[in-house]
């Protein structure tokens, strides 16, 4: 995405969250009532389309969603007990419940996760970059994108490491009162070529779909067609 097309939807998300904040209502309390819907917007994040997260019902991804909207915490306060939380929540057959000890495949049919023996030094050096005064600087959409990537291609886990990756990156959301983003199934397609470009160190595809699904929440919430 060209840095003027960046600014200008930045700005866009800027506007919308102050004509949210104009109506009464919080981010928090947006989401929260999202969440409690019948059919949730997230029901996106458990698309079959991906092997990622085989089999998990709404219940599952709500609960996970809502761990996060909990967390009352700074950047420096995040650590490894967190992510173990949010994976914990999770029914799972394999008996493990410690890091990945395996290679795992490859991720999108294209890039090796990391090698087992190098998950705990990794984790450790990522909370130390997602606390670091210049993580902090960053906008919170493309800290969430940064934190989504850099777990995926950790992989801590050996199940479900993409939608706890995606679902803590949600936190750099939540915690600075934004919406979660609102993605439609038809984008699934876009959003793995799209993570494929990033895992190749191109981002600007992300960052515009990522984006766009923020905006959608707002135009909802707001009475706008998304």
Same mark, same amino acid.
Not at 95 to 117: D, I, M, Q, V
Not at 151 to 162: D, G, N, V, W
């Given at each position: 995405?060209?840095?003027?097309?960046?600014?200008?939807? $930045? %700005?866009?998300?800027?506007?919308?969250?102050?004509?949210?904040?104009?109506?009464?209502?919080? %981010?928090?309390? &947006?989401?929260? /009532? *999202?969440?409690?819907?019948? &059919?949730?917007?997230?029901?996106?994040?458990?698309?079959?389309?991906?092997?990622?997260?085989?089999?998990?019902?709404?219940? /599952?991804?709500?609960?996970?969603?809502?761990? &996060?909207?909990?967390?009352?915490?700074?950047?420096?306060?995040?650590?490894?007990?967190?992510?173990?939380?949010?994976?914990?929540?999770?029914?799972? /057959?394999?008996?493990? $419940?410690?890091?990945?000890?395996?290679?795992?495949?490859?991720?999108?049919?294209?890039?090796?996760?990391?090698?087992?023996?190098?998950?705990?030094?990794?984790?450790?050096?990522?909370? &130390?970059?997602?606390?670091?005064?210049?993580?902090?600087?960053?906008?919170?959409?493309?800290?969430?994108?940064?934190?989504?990537?850099?777990?995926?291609?950790?992989?801590?886990?050996?199940?479900?490491?993409?939608? *706890?990756?995606?679902?803590?990156?949600?936190?750099?959301?939540?915690?600075?009162?934004?919406?979660?983003?609102?993605?439609?199934?038809?984008?699934? %397609?876009?959003?793995?070529? %799209?993570?494929?470009?990033?895992?190749?160190?191109?981002?600007?595809?992300?960052?515009?779909?990522?984006?766009?699904?923020?905006?959608?929440?707002?135009? $909802?919430?707001?009475?706008?067609?998304?």
């Amino acid at each position: 995405m060209e840095r003027e097309t960046w600014n200008s939807k $930045r %700005a866009a998300l800027r506007r919308s969250r102050i004509r949210l904040k104009a109506t009464g209502q919080s %981010a928090d309390q &947006v989401n929260r /009532t *999202v969440l409690a819907e019948p &059919v949730s917007r997230f029901e996106v994040l458990r698309c079959s389309r991906f092997s990622w997260n085989p089999g998990l019902d709404s219940k /599952t991804i709500q609960q996970l969603l809502h761990c &996060v909207l909990d967390w009352k915490k700074e950047l420096a306060e995040l650590n490894l007990g967190d992510l173990f939380g949010l994976h914990s929540l999770i029914p799972r /057959t394999d008996p493990g $419940r410690g890091l990945r000890h395996n290679n795992g495949p490859p991720l999108f049919g294209k890039h090796a996760p990391l090698s087992p023996e190098l998950i705990e030094k990794a984790l450790s050096r990522f909370f &130390v970059w997602v606390s670091s005064d210049s993580y902090a600087e960053i906008h919170p959409l493309e800290q969430s994108i940064l934190c989504q990537l850099r777990l995926l291609e950790i992989s801590p886990f050996s199940s479900y490491s993409h939608l *706890v990756s995606v679902i803590f990156s949600y936190y750099f959301l939540t915690r600075t009162g934004h919406l979660l983003p609102t993605y439609e199934k038809h984008e699934m %397609a876009r959003y793995e070529a %799209a993570m494929v470009e990033a895992l190749d160190f191109s981002t600007a595809s992300l960052v515009e779909l990522h984006l766009g699904a923020c905006l959608r929440s707002y135009d $909802r919430v707001l009475g706008q067609p998304g």
